[in-house]
Protein backbone atom coordinates (compact mmCIF):
# COMPACT_ATOMS: atom_id res chain seq x y z
CA UNK A 1 0.00 0.00 0.00
CA UNK A 2 1.29 3.13 -0.91
CA UNK A 3 1.68 5.79 1.82
CA UNK A 4 -0.48 8.30 -0.54
CA UNK A 5 -3.00 6.15 -1.35
CA UNK A 6 -3.40 4.65 1.93
CA UNK A 7 -7.27 3.81 2.09
CA UNK A 8 -7.96 5.23 5.25
CA UNK A 9 -11.05 3.41 6.64
CA UNK A 10 -12.29 3.95 10.50
CA UNK A 11 -12.15 7.38 12.02
CA UNK A 12 -11.94 6.50 15.62
CA UNK A 13 -11.61 9.73 17.98
CA UNK A 14 -11.65 9.91 21.43
CA UNK A 15 -11.92 13.36 22.97
CA UNK A 16 -10.41 13.34 26.59
CA UNK A 17 -12.96 14.02 29.52
CA UNK A 18 -9.91 15.67 30.97
CA UNK A 19 -10.70 19.29 31.53
CA UNK A 20 -8.13 21.88 31.15
CA UNK A 21 -7.97 22.43 35.13
CA UNK A 22 -4.51 24.40 35.09
CA UNK A 23 -4.41 27.76 36.67
CA UNK A 24 -1.97 28.55 34.41
CA UNK A 25 -3.16 31.56 32.27
CA UNK A 26 -1.99 31.15 28.53
CA UNK A 27 -2.00 34.62 26.80
CA UNK A 28 -1.34 34.82 23.08
CA UNK A 29 -1.16 37.92 22.21
CA UNK A 30 -0.63 38.70 18.49
CA UNK A 31 2.86 39.83 17.29
CA UNK A 32 4.68 39.57 14.13
CA UNK A 33 4.61 36.29 14.23
CA UNK A 34 1.67 35.28 16.51
CA UNK A 35 3.66 34.49 19.49
CA UNK A 36 4.53 36.32 22.32
CA UNK A 37 7.92 35.72 24.62
CA UNK A 38 5.29 34.74 27.69
CA UNK A 39 3.11 32.11 24.98
CA UNK A 40 3.52 28.46 26.26
CA UNK A 41 3.90 26.94 22.95
CA UNK A 42 1.62 23.53 22.67
CA UNK A 43 3.01 20.74 20.99
CA UNK A 44 0.91 17.78 19.31
CA UNK A 45 2.77 14.40 19.80
CA UNK A 46 1.75 12.56 17.05
CA UNK A 47 3.51 8.82 17.58
CA UNK A 48 3.30 8.17 21.74
CA UNK A 49 6.01 5.47 22.02
CA UNK A 50 9.75 5.64 23.67
CA UNK A 51 11.07 8.48 21.33
CA UNK A 52 8.49 10.25 20.91
CA UNK A 53 7.88 10.70 25.22
CA UNK A 54 11.35 11.04 25.61
CA UNK A 55 11.87 14.30 23.42
CA UNK A 56 8.31 15.83 24.22
CA UNK A 57 9.63 15.47 27.82
CA UNK A 58 12.47 17.37 26.91
CA UNK A 59 10.84 20.21 25.27
CA UNK A 60 8.70 20.35 28.17
CA UNK A 61 11.47 20.42 31.06
CA UNK A 62 13.42 22.41 29.04
CA UNK A 63 10.98 25.12 27.46
CA UNK A 64 8.21 27.27 27.58
CA UNK A 65 5.74 24.10 26.51
CA UNK A 66 3.08 21.45 27.17
CA UNK A 67 1.89 18.58 25.24
CA UNK A 68 -1.68 19.19 24.88
CA UNK A 69 -2.74 16.81 22.21
CA UNK A 70 -1.64 12.98 21.18
CA UNK A 71 -2.18 10.89 18.70
CA UNK A 72 -1.61 6.99 17.90
CA UNK A 73 -2.59 3.93 16.57
CA UNK A 74 -3.22 2.13 19.96
CA UNK A 75 -5.23 3.11 23.46
CA UNK A 76 -2.32 1.86 25.58
CA UNK A 77 -0.01 3.93 24.46
CA UNK A 78 -2.05 7.17 23.74
CA UNK A 79 -3.21 6.37 27.84
CA UNK A 80 0.51 6.09 29.16
CA UNK A 81 1.71 8.58 27.87
CA UNK A 82 -1.28 11.12 28.53
CA UNK A 83 -0.70 10.02 32.35
CA UNK A 84 3.10 10.30 31.97
CA UNK A 85 2.68 14.43 30.80
CA UNK A 86 -0.24 14.95 33.06
CA UNK A 87 1.92 14.24 35.85
CA UNK A 88 4.91 15.76 34.53
CA UNK A 89 3.00 18.80 33.66
CA UNK A 90 0.67 18.96 37.16
CA UNK A 91 4.45 19.16 38.40
CA UNK A 92 5.33 22.72 36.37
CA UNK A 93 1.32 24.15 36.99
CA UNK A 94 0.73 23.28 33.57
CA UNK A 95 -1.99 22.10 31.56
CA UNK A 96 -3.10 18.59 31.06
CA UNK A 97 -3.67 16.72 27.94
CA UNK A 98 -6.71 17.48 26.78
CA UNK A 99 -7.31 15.93 23.35
CA UNK A 100 -6.40 11.95 22.20
CA UNK A 101 -6.60 11.08 18.81
CA UNK A 102 -6.95 7.42 17.96
CA UNK A 103 -6.17 5.11 14.84
CA UNK A 104 -5.09 5.53 11.16
CA UNK A 105 -6.56 8.81 10.67
CA UNK A 106 -5.04 10.19 14.05
CA UNK A 107 -2.66 12.06 11.89
CA UNK A 108 -5.09 14.41 10.17
CA UNK A 109 -7.07 15.29 13.63
CA UNK A 110 -4.13 16.20 15.13
CA UNK A 111 -2.54 18.40 12.53
CA UNK A 112 -6.28 19.89 12.23
CA UNK A 113 -5.84 20.41 15.97
CA UNK A 114 -5.11 23.83 17.90
CA UNK A 115 -1.63 22.34 18.73
CA UNK A 116 0.89 25.47 17.73
CA UNK A 117 3.62 22.40 16.86
CA UNK A 118 3.23 18.25 15.43
CA UNK A 119 6.32 16.14 16.95
CA UNK A 120 6.07 13.84 14.83
CA UNK A 121 7.56 10.14 16.17
CA UNK A 122 5.63 7.80 14.25
CA UNK A 123 7.45 4.93 12.60
CA UNK A 124 9.74 6.13 9.62
CA UNK A 125 6.87 4.26 6.67
CA UNK A 126 4.73 7.55 7.66
CA UNK A 127 6.84 10.29 7.57
CA UNK A 128 6.51 11.90 4.40
CA UNK A 129 2.41 11.30 4.78
CA UNK A 130 2.23 13.08 8.26
CA UNK A 131 4.98 15.41 7.82
CA UNK A 132 2.93 16.70 4.51
CA UNK A 133 -0.42 16.71 6.44
CA UNK A 134 1.79 18.80 9.30
CA UNK A 135 2.92 21.25 7.06
CA UNK A 136 0.55 21.92 4.89
CA UNK A 137 -1.48 22.59 8.20
CA UNK A 138 0.92 25.57 8.83
CA UNK A 139 2.22 23.55 11.94
CA UNK A 140 5.49 24.01 13.12
CA UNK A 141 6.64 20.57 12.68
CA UNK A 142 9.76 18.49 14.48
CA UNK A 143 10.20 15.69 12.69
CA UNK A 144 12.40 12.38 13.73
CA UNK A 145 14.61 10.96 11.43
CA UNK A 146 14.70 9.06 9.21
CA UNK A 147 12.78 11.30 7.06
CA UNK A 148 11.43 8.28 5.25
CA UNK A 149 12.43 4.62 4.19
CA UNK A 150 12.59 5.03 0.47
CA UNK A 151 13.87 7.31 -2.08
CA UNK A 152 10.62 8.36 -3.28
CA UNK A 153 9.54 9.24 0.16
CA UNK A 154 12.78 11.55 0.68
CA UNK A 155 12.35 13.55 -2.61
CA UNK A 156 8.91 13.79 -0.92
CA UNK A 157 10.08 15.61 2.08
CA UNK A 158 12.79 17.33 0.52
CA UNK A 159 9.48 19.20 -1.71
CA UNK A 160 8.44 19.86 1.10
CA UNK A 161 10.88 22.00 1.90
CA UNK A 162 9.58 24.97 0.13
CA UNK A 163 6.18 25.25 1.40
CA UNK A 164 7.55 25.62 4.88
CA UNK A 165 10.10 27.91 3.70
CA UNK A 166 9.56 31.00 6.30
CA UNK A 167 6.35 30.23 6.87
CA UNK A 168 7.07 27.13 9.78
CA UNK A 169 10.03 26.19 11.84
CA UNK A 170 10.64 22.78 10.68
CA UNK A 171 13.83 20.07 12.40
CA UNK A 172 15.06 16.90 11.37
CA UNK A 173 15.50 14.96 14.85
CA UNK A 174 19.35 14.72 14.21
CA UNK A 175 20.11 15.96 17.97
CA UNK A 176 23.98 15.11 17.82
CA UNK A 177 24.41 18.54 16.02
CA UNK A 178 22.86 20.90 18.70
CA UNK A 179 25.39 18.60 21.60
CA UNK A 180 27.41 21.37 23.08
CA UNK A 181 30.38 19.20 22.63
CA UNK A 182 30.10 17.80 19.65
CA UNK A 183 29.10 21.13 18.36
CA UNK A 184 32.67 22.21 19.33
CA UNK A 185 34.49 19.60 18.16
CA UNK A 186 32.96 19.84 14.76
CA UNK A 187 33.57 23.85 14.45
CA UNK A 188 37.37 23.04 15.54
CA UNK A 189 37.16 20.35 12.85
CA UNK A 190 35.54 23.25 10.10
CA UNK A 191 38.40 25.51 11.49
CA UNK A 192 41.05 23.32 9.89
CA UNK A 193 42.14 21.53 13.19
CA UNK A 194 43.00 18.30 10.97
CA UNK A 195 43.91 19.58 8.18
CA UNK A 196 42.23 18.73 5.17
CA UNK A 197 40.72 15.50 5.90
CA UNK A 198 41.71 12.35 5.07
CA UNK A 199 39.54 9.30 5.83
CA UNK A 200 36.94 8.71 8.36
CA UNK A 201 36.09 5.80 10.78
CA UNK A 202 32.79 4.65 12.78
CA UNK A 203 31.09 2.15 14.09
CA UNK A 204 27.56 1.52 15.70
CA UNK A 205 27.57 -1.57 17.92
CA UNK A 206 24.14 -1.50 19.38
CA UNK A 207 22.29 -3.92 21.42
CA UNK A 208 19.71 -5.76 20.67
CA UNK A 209 16.18 -4.84 20.95
CA UNK A 210 13.00 -5.94 22.50
CA UNK A 211 10.23 -7.93 21.04
CA UNK A 212 7.05 -6.47 22.04
CA UNK A 213 3.97 -8.44 21.81
CA UNK A 214 0.32 -9.15 23.16
CA UNK A 215 -2.36 -11.28 23.87
CA UNK A 216 -4.58 -11.23 20.78
CA UNK A 217 -2.88 -9.26 18.71
CA UNK A 218 -3.11 -9.75 14.90
CA UNK A 219 -0.02 -10.66 12.68
CA UNK A 220 -0.10 -7.09 11.19
CA UNK A 221 -0.56 -5.40 14.32
CA UNK A 222 2.42 -7.30 15.62
CA UNK A 223 4.19 -5.94 12.39
CA UNK A 224 3.52 -2.32 13.00
CA UNK A 225 4.35 -2.57 16.76
CA UNK A 226 7.71 -4.09 16.22
CA UNK A 227 8.07 -2.11 13.13
CA UNK A 228 11.93 -1.38 13.63
CA UNK A 229 12.51 -4.92 12.66
CA UNK A 230 10.58 -4.72 9.02
CA UNK A 231 12.37 -3.09 6.44
CA UNK A 232 8.97 -1.92 4.10
CA UNK A 233 8.15 0.00 8.07
CA UNK A 234 11.69 1.23 9.42
CA UNK A 235 13.87 1.43 6.34
CA UNK A 236 16.09 -1.15 8.02
CA UNK A 237 18.89 -1.21 10.72
CA UNK A 238 21.29 1.40 8.43
CA UNK A 239 18.34 3.74 7.97
CA UNK A 240 16.81 4.07 11.04
CA UNK A 241 19.45 3.49 13.71
CA UNK A 242 23.04 3.53 12.02
CA UNK A 243 21.78 7.13 10.10
CA UNK A 244 22.93 9.24 13.17
CA UNK A 245 26.96 8.44 12.33
CA UNK A 246 26.14 9.31 8.52
CA UNK A 247 24.17 12.08 9.49
CA UNK A 248 27.42 13.32 11.46
CA UNK A 249 29.61 12.32 8.20
CA UNK A 250 27.66 14.13 6.71
CA UNK A 251 27.89 17.39 9.08
CA UNK A 252 31.38 17.37 9.35
CA UNK A 253 32.41 16.55 5.58
CA UNK A 254 29.77 19.30 4.56
CA UNK A 255 28.90 16.90 2.13
CA UNK A 256 26.89 14.05 0.69
CA UNK A 257 28.85 10.47 -0.30
CA UNK A 258 29.09 10.42 -4.14
CA UNK A 259 29.15 6.37 -4.08
CA UNK A 260 29.31 3.57 -1.88
CA UNK A 261 30.00 -0.10 -1.66
CA UNK A 262 28.33 -2.36 1.01
CA UNK A 263 27.37 -5.52 2.61
CA UNK A 264 24.88 -6.88 5.41
CA UNK A 265 23.73 -9.57 6.72
CA UNK A 266 21.05 -11.75 9.20
CA UNK A 267 23.08 -13.95 11.05
CA UNK A 268 22.25 -13.51 14.84
CA UNK A 269 18.96 -12.27 14.73
CA UNK A 270 17.18 -14.48 12.73
CA UNK A 271 13.60 -14.77 14.82
CA UNK A 272 11.77 -11.62 13.89
CA UNK A 273 11.30 -9.46 10.53
CA UNK A 274 13.37 -9.07 7.52
CA UNK A 275 16.25 -6.93 8.54
CA UNK A 276 19.81 -7.45 8.75
CA UNK A 277 21.99 -7.33 11.89
CA UNK A 278 24.85 -6.34 10.42
CA UNK A 279 26.11 -4.06 8.25
CA UNK A 280 29.51 -3.11 6.80
CA UNK A 281 29.95 0.36 4.30
CA UNK A 282 32.49 2.11 2.47
CA UNK A 283 31.29 5.30 1.94
CA UNK A 284 33.41 7.61 -1.25
CA UNK A 285 32.93 11.23 -0.66
CA UNK A 286 33.81 14.77 -2.54
CA UNK A 287 37.79 15.19 -1.96
CA UNK A 288 38.99 12.00 -2.33
CA UNK A 289 37.51 11.10 1.03
CA UNK A 290 36.64 7.39 2.20
CA UNK A 291 34.56 6.96 5.31
CA UNK A 292 34.40 3.48 6.39
CA UNK A 293 31.43 1.95 8.96
CA UNK A 294 30.09 -1.05 10.53
CA UNK A 295 26.80 -1.31 12.55
CA UNK A 296 25.62 -4.07 14.73
CA UNK A 297 22.54 -4.64 16.38
CA UNK A 298 22.00 -7.95 18.43
CA UNK A 299 24.44 -7.50 21.17
CA UNK A 300 23.04 -9.09 24.53
CA UNK A 301 23.79 -6.06 26.00
CA UNK A 302 25.00 -2.25 24.68
CA UNK A 303 27.45 -1.75 22.77
CA UNK A 304 29.64 1.34 21.88
CA UNK A 305 29.54 4.34 19.17
CA UNK A 306 32.53 5.94 18.15
CA UNK A 307 33.49 8.03 14.97
CA UNK A 308 37.21 9.38 14.23
CA UNK A 309 38.22 12.02 11.47
CA UNK A 310 41.75 11.79 10.27
CA UNK A 311 44.07 14.14 8.49
CA UNK A 312 47.83 15.46 8.12
CA UNK A 313 47.16 17.72 11.76
CA UNK A 314 45.81 15.42 14.06
CA UNK A 315 42.96 13.00 14.35
CA UNK A 316 39.11 13.64 16.18
CA UNK A 317 37.85 11.17 18.63
CA UNK A 318 33.99 10.99 19.66
CA UNK A 319 32.07 8.62 21.59
CA UNK A 320 28.39 8.40 22.82
CA UNK A 321 30.05 7.81 26.16
CA UNK A 322 32.26 10.36 26.26
CA UNK A 323 35.80 11.45 26.02
CA UNK A 324 35.61 13.84 22.85
CA UNK A 325 39.32 14.91 22.03
CA UNK A 326 41.41 15.92 19.33
CA UNK A 327 44.70 14.77 19.32
CA UNK A 328 48.00 16.34 17.40
CA UNK A 329 48.68 19.85 16.31
CA UNK A 330 45.69 21.42 17.32
CA UNK A 331 44.90 19.28 20.61
CA UNK A 332 41.32 19.73 22.13
CA UNK A 333 40.04 18.13 25.12
CA UNK A 334 35.82 18.51 25.35
CA UNK A 335 34.83 19.87 28.92
CA UNK A 336 38.83 20.36 30.13
CA UNK A 337 39.66 23.26 31.77
CA UNK A 338 43.67 23.18 30.12
CA UNK A 339 44.32 26.29 32.93
CA UNK A 340 43.43 23.63 35.99
CA UNK A 341 45.28 20.67 34.28
CA UNK A 342 41.98 18.87 33.49
CA UNK A 343 43.08 15.88 31.17
CA UNK A 344 40.03 14.30 30.17
CA UNK A 345 37.00 14.92 32.40
CA UNK A 346 33.79 12.97 32.25
CA UNK A 347 31.17 14.14 30.22
CA UNK A 348 27.62 13.21 28.69
CA UNK A 349 27.89 14.26 25.48
CA UNK A 350 24.53 13.56 24.28
CA UNK A 351 22.94 14.53 27.31
CA UNK A 352 22.35 18.21 26.68
CA UNK A 353 21.72 17.23 22.37
CA UNK A 354 17.96 16.99 22.50
CA UNK A 355 17.35 19.78 25.36
CA UNK A 356 18.92 22.23 23.60
CA UNK A 357 17.72 21.03 19.97
CA UNK A 358 13.81 21.60 21.82
CA UNK A 359 14.98 25.38 23.20
CA UNK A 360 15.98 26.11 19.69
CA UNK A 361 13.44 24.82 18.17
CA UNK A 362 10.88 26.58 20.68
CA UNK A 363 12.86 29.97 20.24
CA UNK A 364 12.75 29.47 16.51
CA UNK A 365 8.87 29.66 16.90
CA UNK A 366 8.87 32.53 19.11
CA UNK A 367 11.34 34.67 17.59
CA UNK A 368 10.44 33.78 13.90
CA UNK A 369 13.48 32.90 12.72
CA UNK A 370 12.26 29.53 11.66
CA UNK A 371 14.87 26.53 10.79
CA UNK A 372 13.80 24.51 7.32
CA UNK A 373 15.78 21.08 8.22
CA UNK A 374 13.98 19.45 5.45
CA UNK A 375 16.37 18.93 2.20
CA UNK A 376 18.88 18.44 5.21
CA UNK A 377 17.30 15.42 6.07
CA UNK A 378 16.08 13.91 3.43
CA UNK A 379 20.09 14.24 1.80
CA UNK A 380 21.28 11.92 5.54
CA UNK A 381 18.52 9.84 5.27
CA UNK A 382 19.14 9.28 0.88
CA UNK A 383 23.02 8.51 2.21
CA UNK A 384 21.93 5.98 4.87
CA UNK A 385 19.84 4.74 2.10
CA UNK A 386 23.03 4.62 -0.39
CA UNK A 387 24.66 2.19 2.00
CA UNK A 388 21.55 0.31 2.52
CA UNK A 389 21.02 -0.34 -0.90
CA UNK A 390 24.52 -1.03 -2.15
CA UNK A 391 24.50 -3.50 0.29
CA UNK A 392 21.14 -4.83 -0.70
CA UNK A 393 22.09 -5.10 -4.76
CA UNK A 394 25.63 -6.29 -3.88
CA UNK A 395 27.23 -3.65 -6.08
CA UNK A 396 29.15 0.15 -5.88
CA UNK A 397 25.84 2.70 -6.37
CA UNK A 398 25.91 6.29 -6.53
CA UNK A 399 24.53 9.08 -5.58
CA UNK A 400 23.08 9.85 -9.21
CA UNK A 401 21.45 5.86 -9.42
CA UNK A 402 20.00 5.95 -6.14
CA UNK A 403 18.06 9.24 -6.93
CA UNK A 404 17.32 7.70 -10.62
CA UNK A 405 16.43 4.99 -9.29
CA UNK A 406 12.66 6.96 -7.60
CA UNK A 407 12.71 3.74 -5.36
CA UNK A 408 9.17 3.04 -3.31
CA UNK A 409 8.33 0.66 -1.20
CA UNK A 410 4.78 -0.28 0.19
CA UNK A 411 3.87 -1.96 3.38
CA UNK A 412 1.59 -4.70 2.96
CA UNK A 413 0.18 -3.79 7.02
CA UNK A 414 -2.81 -2.27 6.36
CA UNK A 415 -3.41 -0.06 8.97
CA UNK A 416 -6.99 0.89 8.23
CA UNK A 417 -7.94 -2.38 10.27
CA UNK A 418 -6.06 -1.58 13.06
CA UNK A 419 -6.06 0.15 16.42
N1 LIG B 1 16.67 10.78 17.32
C1 LIG B 1 16.87 9.66 17.99
O1 LIG B 1 17.90 9.49 18.66
C2 LIG B 1 15.84 8.58 17.96
C3 LIG B 1 15.87 7.54 18.90
C4 LIG B 1 14.89 6.55 18.84
C5 LIG B 1 13.92 6.61 17.84
N2 LIG B 1 13.93 7.62 16.93
C6 LIG B 1 12.92 7.69 15.85
O2 LIG B 1 11.67 8.05 16.41
C7 LIG B 1 10.61 7.42 15.69
C8 LIG B 1 9.78 6.61 16.69
O3 LIG B 1 10.59 5.62 17.27
P1 LIG B 1 10.20 4.94 18.69
O4 LIG B 1 11.40 4.22 19.15
O5 LIG B 1 9.56 5.93 19.57
O6 LIG B 1 9.11 3.88 18.22
P2 LIG B 1 7.87 3.32 19.08
O7 LIG B 1 7.39 2.08 18.39
O8 LIG B 1 8.24 3.24 20.50
O9 LIG B 1 6.79 4.48 18.90
C9 LIG B 1 6.09 4.69 17.69
C10 LIG B 1 4.65 5.02 18.05
O10 LIG B 1 3.96 5.37 16.85
C11 LIG B 1 2.67 4.73 16.87
N3 LIG B 1 2.23 4.57 15.50
C12 LIG B 1 2.49 3.55 14.62
N4 LIG B 1 1.93 3.82 13.43
C13 LIG B 1 1.27 5.00 13.56
C14 LIG B 1 0.49 5.77 12.67
N5 LIG B 1 0.28 5.41 11.39
N6 LIG B 1 -0.09 6.91 13.15
C15 LIG B 1 0.11 7.31 14.44
N7 LIG B 1 0.87 6.61 15.32
C16 LIG B 1 1.45 5.47 14.86
C17 LIG B 1 2.92 3.41 17.61
O11 LIG B 1 1.73 2.85 18.10
C18 LIG B 1 3.90 3.84 18.69
O12 LIG B 1 3.25 4.25 19.86
C19 LIG B 1 11.28 6.63 14.59
O13 LIG B 1 11.35 7.38 13.42
C20 LIG B 1 12.68 6.38 15.13
O14 LIG B 1 13.64 6.17 14.12
C21 LIG B 1 14.86 8.61 16.99
Not at 20 to 40: D, H, R, W
Request: charged share 25%.
Amino acid sequence: MSHKNQSLGRRDFVKSSVAATSSLLLVKPETAFGYAANSTVSIGLLGCGGRGGSVASDFVNNTDSQVTALADMFTDRLEATREHFDKLQAEKGRKKVSKLFKGPESYLEIVDSDVDMVLIASPPYFHPQHAKASIDAGKHTYLEKPVATDVRGCMEVAALAAKAEGKVNVHVGFQIRYGSHFAEQTRRIHEGALGDIACVNGFYFAGDLGRRSGEGMSAAELKLRNWVFDRALGGDIMVEQNIHIIDVYNWVLNAHPLRAEATAARKVRTDIGDVSDHWIVTYYYPNDVRASFMGTQFLPQWGSVEWRFFGPKGFSEAAYSGGLRIVGENAWVAGADAAAGDKAPEIDPLGDATPLKAQAFVDGIKNGKYDNQLKQGAESTLSAILGRQAAYEGRELSWGELLASDQHWQTDVDIANLG
